[in-house]
């Protein structure tokens, strides 16, 4: 939430991909029963255009390589 609210003018009007390791934080996000801290923490994540998306953990330079393949993918079916 400190970097969501930090980065705001850089989140708000773009898409942003979330990677995360496992499926836990997904879940968690699609829980019912939340307690209120955690509803208001939903609450302002849902605030912005955020896509979760489950992968490998990746360190360093292999995260760089893993998001500039991403988005040639992207361009590529784009222009077909």
Known sequence: IRSLKKFKHL?????VQ???????VK??????D???KRAGWITRVMEYD?????????????LCEQLVLGK?????????
């Open 11 to 15: 989140v708000s009007n773009n898409k």
């Open 50 to 62: 955020i896509e979760i998306k489950i992968t490998k953990l990746v360190r360093g330079k292999g």
């Open 72 to 80: 040639q993918k992207e361009v590529c079916n784009e222009e077909e």
């Open 34 to 36: 939340l307690n209120e």
């Open 18 to 24: 979330l990677l995360v390791s496992h499926a836990g």
């Open 27 to 32: 879940d968690f996000l699609l829980n019912k």
